[in-house]
């Protein structure tokens, strides 16, 4: 009787909890239906030209709710093969995967978080626009936004899942927000598109802003590497993979270890550049070019196409000849929409299409940055001090330690502090002795 009288105060529990979820998520969709209302009547006034714009349709409190308006224009334009460079040319394949990238270097702040499908990531729902709460500090901008996402996250869930159950869709029985969102698949020939897009929904946050940095600092270093991507053999605007990896973060360290703007591992700077705990090569831009440039030479040579070389540098070399066996392929574009192997998740499947994305910012990024103060090339001589202590070349050259380690960031604090020896062979970058054009000595730094 007991557990009889437990069980049916559990059933009644449960109960009220599907009954107000359920109640949440019918008052949401008329939420949703209003604001696609809103958005139908706002959108031919905005979506009149080649690109997609955001329109505010709503939100919660100070932040903004926006949706992604495309002309017929811009919608098959999106789908269309173009050049990033006078080398490169992004395959209409992946072209809307790419330009999903160029409007997240480029468009979306890191203060605008862009709710979208993994699998097909231009798929974009919605925006939500927290520049009214920045203030607030990350931390504290992220406990308002998670619970307010993850609600709306669900409710897509929820109409993709519904969408994917139906034999046949008649639009006349969808709500508004539902006819939004099928149509947003339109282009999307899978006939699991609806299942797959419920089970990939991701948050990807703006990082116009990162790249923005980047850019001021990138032309201190850049016509260096750029140089050394040449001399090699390489296209020069394979250099700027360095923005993909860090956006010329000379800190950038992460958690398995690769370090500097081209987040070279501890392996490879190994094989062709001096790591050790007081002298670090990889964190410094124009020597980590050297390795990254040769193991992208590497990858092109056992791969045989750039797209995989450069896909590569993130997923490595074996990952991607064991995808090329399993597929039967060397088509890059049937590898990032098809395959699904140990590890290539989605940083993998969008590395080449965020390199191509970067490439496309970059080529226009006088106009998308308008704000940016970018440094000067930096002007220096190369000296050979292997033997000689910290001490001795300051004395040489008229050198402080700031001095020698604002010019060499592979050199760690506690080296110049303790005065310590350099090791054999190595190049000093020294400030130029003579006034001469930054370009003119491009030649110099390479040992």
């Not at 750029?226 to 000379?250: H, T, V």
């Not at 700077?269 to 831009?285: A, F, H, K, M, T």
């Not at 994305?357 to 190369?382: H, Q, R």
């Amino acid at each position: 009787m007991f557990m009889g009288l437990v069980a049916f105060v559990s059933f009644q529990a449960g109960f009220r909890i599907f009954a107000a979820k359920q109640a949440v998520s019918q008052n949401l969709m008329i939420e949703m239906d209003r604001e696609d209302s809103v958005f139908e009547r706002m959108k031919g006034a905005v979506a009149k030209g080649d690109e997609c714009l955001p329109i505010r349709v709503g939100g919660m409190g100070q932040i903004d709710l926006q949706y992604l308006a495309c002309s017929d224009v811009a919608l098959r334009r999106d789908g269309e093969s173009f050049a990033v460079s006078e080398s490169i040319v992004v395959p209409d394949g992946i072209a809307r995967r790419v330009n999903f990238w160029r409007r997240v270097y480029s468009l979306w702040s890191k203060n605008q978080d862009v709710l979208h499908v993994g699998a097909y990531p231009e798929v974009v729902l919605e925006i939500h626009d927290s520049s009214r709460i920045a203030g607030l500090g990350e931390k504290s901008r992220d406990r308002v936004m998670r619970p307010w996402m993850g609600v709306r996250r669900h409710q897509y869930q929820q109409i993709l899942w519904k969408l994917s159950s139906l034999k046949v869709v008649n639009e006349a029985v969808l709500s508004p927000t539902e006819r939004r969102v099928m149509h947003l698949f339109d282009h999307i020939q899978d006939k699991s598109k609806y299942s797959i897009g419920a089970s990939s929904l991701r948050v990807q946050r703006g990082q116009r802003e990162f790249i923005a940095k980047g850019l001021e600092v990138a032309p201190k270093y850049l016509p260096y590497a750029e140089a050394e991507f040449k001399r090699q053999g390489l296209m020069p605007e394979l250099a700027r993979i360095a923005f993909i990896e860090s956006s010329f973060n000379l800190q950038a360290l992460s958690k398995v270890g690769a370090s500097g703007v081209y987040q070279v591992m501890p392996e490879t700077g190994r094989d062709y550049l001096v790591v050790s705990g007081d002298i670090d090569e990889r964190n410094d831009p124009i020597k980590a070019s050297r390795a990254a440039a040769k193991l992208l030479a590497m990858n092109y040579k056992i791969l045989g196409q750039w797209p995989l070389a450069i896909t590569a540098y993130n997923h490595g070399v074996g990952g991607i000849a064991r995808a090329m066996r399993e597929k039967g392929t060397s088509d890059i574009v049937t590898l990032i929409n098809h395959y699904d192997g140990n590890n290539f998740g989605f940083a993998s499947k969008n590395f080449y299409s965020g390199f191509l994305g970067l490439l496309a910012t970059l080529k226009n990024s006088p106009k998308v940055f308008p704000e940016v103060k970018a440094a000067e090339p930096l002007v220096f001589d190369l000296v050979r001090v292997g033997g000689l202590s910290v001490d001795d070349v300051k004395d040489k050259y008229n050198l402080s330690n700031a001095l020698l380690g604002s010019y060499n960031p592979d050199i760690s604090r506690m080296f110049l502090r303790t005065g310590g020896v350099f090791p054999d062979r190595y190049m000093l970058k020294i400030p130029a002795r003579a006034s001469a054009p930054a370009l003119a000595k491009l030649v110099s730094w390479t040992p």
